[in-house]
């Protein structure tokens, strides 16, 4: 559900804005000079909807409209054919992610959830509080590349640009370009179509862009930060359990877990899985340390079948499996009760006694473990301080930390500013290049109606020369966009609000 502190800030502060507004029109003292001041500031007000137009950047918009005609002639034609792929190819990728969401409501599977292609976004539910800054400023940022890519195309075809602005719906940030309708009107078909697929062109582009930076950042970084080194903790969370003396914290560098290596954040994460998803890993302890389970009291079933053998719920002992050295012909498994950091300490890592006869000397056996189901014993490499030991589900430890692949070179350098960096470029590829699918959508209202209008007029002149039939074509074209459109907005709503 969105929290409802959102939604109640959300809705005080258009109220305030409502009402201010609604007040200073209704005043016979204010009302003259508050609407001329709105006017001249380029400012509309209206229930949840706010914008802002000038014309201060049609200069700049008429500068890039003239460098090198040629080239801009090549790139335009090329955004006209992305355009035109991208119309069909939005279509087939609302049609599955339809079938993902129809799958996701159908099934129990918490897997499928992950598989949908295009998921609606909804601050406060789905989208954390903490990442709003980065969701709104690549949002604008996406928009504004998005409506330059209109302008300078419009430009370029002599379609006078009367301004641009920003506006805000709700919470979500947005920009526009308002063109002059009968310079539109009466260029060529394909002019139009130049002009229209400029936008979703411009922001395919920049999420090839921002993903190419987000690949190259750690070449970019270089001179001030390392990778490769180990995944560096930035936050713990308290009370979880990586927090305390022994734990991690915030500057440690994760090397291994078990004898997985762990050079990177993506390594930290594969490993984890990988300790989920096979047994426990044995330990090579000499025969002469094992402690015979009746010490601590005879061993005990769990309530899942799996044996206990410690029963003084002690914090620092932990319950071993083993196959008693006299008795390996039987398979007779013994158990005992052992002060886990003293016996895991500088151990080499077993699945059977035949690895530790290659690995020590003297001799040992492979002690594993006596826990429950999908619990795993897991030692955390940190150096230069001892190992951290985790007993628990492998995933609550990834949860239970927050890490980086950079490592600063210097002290003065916040471990924090790749982070920043890697999270804001990711939001404007997902945002960037979802705008340019949507966009595409042959839909009413969206640049897909316009794109469609256009194309039909280029391609269907001679086959249909009636242009009330073609306009007809268009228009169920469009509802069934347009529907299509509709149904994954309001079932993908439903998936995040309401389950």
């Known amino acids: 559900m969105i929290p409802v502190s959102l939604l109640v800030f959300v809705m005080a502060g258009w109220c305030a804005v409502y009402l201010a507004d609604t007040l200073l029109r209704s005043s016979v003292t204010h009302r003259i000079s508050y609407e001329s001041w709105l006017a001249s500031r380029g400012l509309m007000l209206s229930p949840f909807h706010v914008r802002w137009q000038t014309t201060m950047f049609n200069r700049l918009f008429a500068y890039c409209a003239r460098i090198n005609p040629r080239a801009l002639y090549l790139w335009f034609n090329s955004g006209l054919v992305f355009g035109i792929a991208a119309m069909l190819g939005s279509v087939v990728l609302l049609v599955k992610?339809?079938?993902?969401?129809?799958?996701?409501?159908?099934?129990?599977?918490?897997?499928?959830?992950?598989?949908?292609?295009?998921?609606?976004?909804?601050?406060?539910?789905?989208?954390?509080?903490?990442?709003?800054?980065?969701?709104?400023i690549a949002l604008l940022l996406s928009g504004v590349i998005h409506e330059l890519g209109?302008?300078?195309?419009?430009?370029?075809?002599?379609?006078?640009?009367?301004?641009?602005?920003?506006?805000?719906?709700?919470?979500?940030?947005?920009?526009?370009?308002?063109?002059?309708?009968?310079?539109l009107s009466l260029i060529s078909p394909?002019?139009?179509?130049?002009?229209?697929?400029?936008?979703?062109?411009?922001?395919?582009?920049?999420?090839?862009?921002?993903?190419?930076?987000?690949?190259?950042?750690?070449?970019?970084?270089?001179?001030?930060?390392?990778?490769?080194?180990?995944?560096?903790?930035?936050?713990?969370v308290q009370g979880s359990a990586a927090d305390g003396p022994r734990g991690l914290s915030v500057g440690d560098i994760v090397t291994g877990l078990e004898d997985?290596?762990?050079?990177?954040?993506?390594?930290?994460?594969?490993?984890?899985?990988?300790?989920?998803?096979?047994?426990?890993?044995?330990?090579?302890?000499?025969?002469?340390?094992?402690?015979?389970?009746?010490?601590?009291?005879?061993?005990?079933?769990?309530?899942?079948?799996t044996m206990d053998c410690c029963s003084n719920n002690s914090l620092t002992d932990l319950c071993f499996?083993?196959?008693?050295?006299?008795?390996?012909?039987?398979?007779?498994?013994?158990?005992?009760?052992m002060p886990v950091r003293k016996m895991v300490t500088g151990t080499a890592t077993c699945r059977s006694d035949a690895d530790c006869a290659t690995h020590t000397a003297a001799a040992s056996v492979c002690v594993t473990p006596s826990l429950e189901n999908q619990t795993r014993f897991i030692r955390v490499t940190h150096p230069p301080s001892p190992n951290m030991l985790f007993v628990g589900y492998p995933p609550h430890l990834q949860y239970a930390v927050s890490m980086?692949?950079?490592?600063?070179?210097?002290?003065?350098?916040h471990p924090d500013l790749p982070i920043f960096l890697e999270t804001f470029l990711k939001y404007v590829v997902s945002l960037s290049g979802a705008l340019a699918v949507v966009?595409?959508?042959?839909?009413?209202?969206?640049?897909?109606?316009?794109?469609?209008?256009?194309?039909?007029?280029?391609?269907?002149?001679?086959?249909v020369t009636d242009r009330q039939k073609r306009e007809l074509i268009g228009f169920f074209l469009l509802l069934a966009g347009s529907a299509l459109l509709a149904a994954n907005v309001a079932l993908g709503l439903w998936m995040v609000t309401a389950r």
């Not at 980086?404 to 350098?413: A, I, W």
């Not at 966009?439 to 086959?463: H, I, R």
Request: glycine share 8%; net charge neutral; charged share 10%.
């Open 321 to 337: 499996s083993y196959i008693k050295p006299q008795g390996r012909s039987s398979r007779e498994r013994e158990f005992a009760c």
């Open 260 to 305: 997985c290596p762990v050079w990177g954040v993506e390594d930290w994460t594969s490993c984890l899985s990988h300790l989920t998803h096979t047994p426990q890993t044995g330990y090579c302890v000499p025969v002469t340390s094992l402690q015979p389970s009746w010490a601590h009291g005879r061993p005990f079933k769990r309530l899942d079948g």
């Open 404 to 413: 980086t692949n950079f490592v600063p070179r210097f002290g003065f350098l």
């Open 97 to 136: 992610t339809l079938q993902q969401t129809y799958a996701q409501m159908t099934t129990d599977n918490p897997r499928i959830g992950g598989q949908q292609t295009l998921q609606v976004v909804v601050p406060g539910v789905n989208l954390p509080t903490s990442q709003l800054a980065y969701f709104f």
């Open 190 to 236: 394909a002019q139009q179509l130049r002009i229209f697929c400029a936008g979703v062109w411009h922001n395919f582009v920049l999420c090839v862009a921002a993903l190419g930076l987000l690949f190259l950042l750690p070449v970019l970084l270089f001179p001030v930060y390392t990778t490769g080194g180990g995944a560096l903790v930035t936050e713990v």
């Open 150 to 183: 209109h302008a300078v195309a419009a430009l370029r075809e002599s379609v006078r640009v009367n301004g641009f602005g920003v506006f805000v719906f709700v919470v979500y940030p947005g920009a526009f370009v308002d063109l002059f309708t009968t310079h």
């Open 439 to 463: 966009n595409s959508v042959p839909c009413f209202a969206l640049d897909g109606q316009w794109m469609l209008n256009a194309l039909l007029e280029a391609t269907l002149v001679a086959v």
